[in-house]
């Protein structure tokens, strides 16, 4: 990935000394050996025998696992099944590597420090902002604010551009598909300004009524908030057709990546996105770092929502002056190791294939699909095409939570409850169900054994 030129951030550091240049900290400082492959535990005999998908493209699936070390490990004495990506991503070891390398080498707050490590931390951190930029198809790096992840970068967007631009009798058009963070801020800021939070029905295979979004949509409608990718049934909804339809109205669309950011391409020009969200942990990097993309003319626009150092220009006690755009967002001391974190994860995901990637993970999804078909009282949750590979099930005569504490049992990480979507799921009637999800380190050999655990669990086997 080509990062553009940090000098253009040059008004925010001193000089340095004379003869001397800025040192760059490198997100990865050091070659990385892959450690050997490690042999795939013996498939058992209840699995299924179609055949599983084992890359395309020149994608290889296991290239991808020997980078993740936790991958490697063993829970209750079996080999590591790890399919709670929707909730969180394992980080490869150049993700590590960088957080050690700053916190070992260069530690220093950011910007407006003289000293060399403050100058070296400082072009990681833009680098980072950069490389967010260019992974998003975004206008330039000053359109990108970072924040703790998708929920913080929501509420910023509900707190600056909602408070100044939703009032009385407007109306804000969000689907049921929505994970709780993309309805919570909307319906406090609708309450606060005593305008309308109108839900989108959903059809029967879990994607959303086109025609009744159609239909909600009128001149009194100013955001649309919907995710490009549903952490719950996996619906990846036409938001480019959305977005151009809700814009012939005059609303602006709020676009929830936290789900699409590590199975697809993302290009928030393209998609006709006003902003874009998502968190770095869903994305094979830290917890603790997400950002935010808004169109330039909005960001100008929008006020500081947290008040401190680093986002001012001048402070007086007659009133104060506010540092440009994305740096007036940005309160405090930001979560600069998550920012070389993040840029290592990118740098990690983008040396593969990606529509490689995208199209090893629909085959593993079809897989996993048919697979599951073969256990008993199963119900796959959702099967709108084009999905993410999410699976969200019930089975007959278990609770949910019961099912991912056997499946723990046999080394196998699941997601069980309400998954902070509610309305998704009381779609399907329940209140709560079990979820794998899967990223491009998940195999066909994960699958067999889950579907060979939730067998014996049909077949009262311990």
């Known amino acids: 990935m080509t990062i553009p030129d940090v000098r253009v951030y040059e008004h925010l550091m001193p000089a340095p ?57 063993t829970v209750n004495g079996h080999p590591l099944v790890w399919l709670d990506n929707g909730a969180t991503t394992q980080k ?28 070296e931390a400082t072009e990681t951190y833009e680098a980072g902002r950069a490389a967010v930029a260019d992974f998003l198809g975004a206008e330039s790096p000053d359109t990108v604010v ?29 689907p049921r598909l929505e994970h709780h963070s993309n309805i919570v801020p909307w319906q406090l800021l609708a309450k606060e300004k005593r305008a309308r939070l109108i839900p989108v029905p959903l059809l ?19 955001l649309v908030a919907v995710s490009q990718a549903s952490n719950v049934l996996g619906t990846v909804p036409p938001v480019k057709q959305m977005a151009a339809l809700a814009h012939r109205y005059g609303a602006k669309v709020l676009v929830d990546g936290a789900q699409a950011v590590a199975h697809f391409p993302v290009d928030v020009r393209e998609l006709g996105a006003d902003f874009y969200v998502f968190s770095g942990h869903k994305l094979f990097a830290p917890t603790g770092i997400g950002a935010l993309y808004g169109r330039p003319e909005l960001l100008e626009g929008m006020p500081p929502w947290q008040g401190g150092g680093n986002m001012i220009d001048q402070v007086d006690f007659t009133g104060s002056t506010y540092a440009p755009v994305p740096h007036r967002f940005e309160a405090g001391t930001g979560h600069i190791s998550g920012v070389a974190g993040l840029l ?18 629909q085959g593993l999804l079809a897989y996993a699909e048919q697979a599951l078909g073969a256990v ?22 278990h609770d949910p939570a019961d099912i991912a504490h056997r499946l723990d049992r046999d080394g196998i990480a699941v997601r069980a ?27 066909g050999e994960d699958v067999d054994r889950l579907v060979a655990s939730l067998l014996r669990m049909t077949q009262g086997a311990t």
Request: proline share 8%; charged share 15%; with cysteine.
């Open 417 to 443: 409850g309400h998954h902070c979507a509610q309305p998704s799921l009381r779609h399907y009637g329940v209140e709560s169900a079990a979820r794998a999800s899967l990223a491009l380190y998940n195999t």
């Open 146 to 174: 970072f924040t703790r992840g998708t929920t913080e970068a929501i509420n910023l967007v509900a707190q600056t551009w909602g408070r100044a631009n939703i009032g009385p009798g407007d109306e804000i058009l969000v």
């Open 376 to 397: 008993p009282g199963l119900e796959i949750l959702g099967s709108a095409p084009g999905r993410i590979a999410v699976l969200t099930f019930t089975l007959a005569g």
């Open 17 to 73: 000394p004379t003869g001397q240049s800025p040192v760059p900290v490198q997100a990865n400082p050091r070659a990385y050996e892959r450690p050997a492959a490690q042999a795939a535990p013996a498939t058992p005999a209840t699995a299924p025998q179609s055949t599983p998908p084992r890359g395309a493209g020149g994608f290889d699936p296991e290239a991808a696992r020997r980078d993740v070390p936790v991958l490697h490990r």
């Open 344 to 361: 290592s994860a990118i740098n990690w995901l983008t040396g593969f294939d990606r529509e490689a990637v995208a199209a090893y993970e």
């Open 204 to 222: 029967a295979d879990g994607s959303i009524d086109q025609a009744a979004f159609a239909d909600l949509l009128s001149f009194r409608t100013q």
């Open 92 to 119: 490869p070891r150049q993700v590590v590597e960088a957080l050690a390398a700053y916190y070992s080498a260069a530690n220093s707050n950011i910007h407006r420090g003289a000293h060399t490590m403050a100058r």
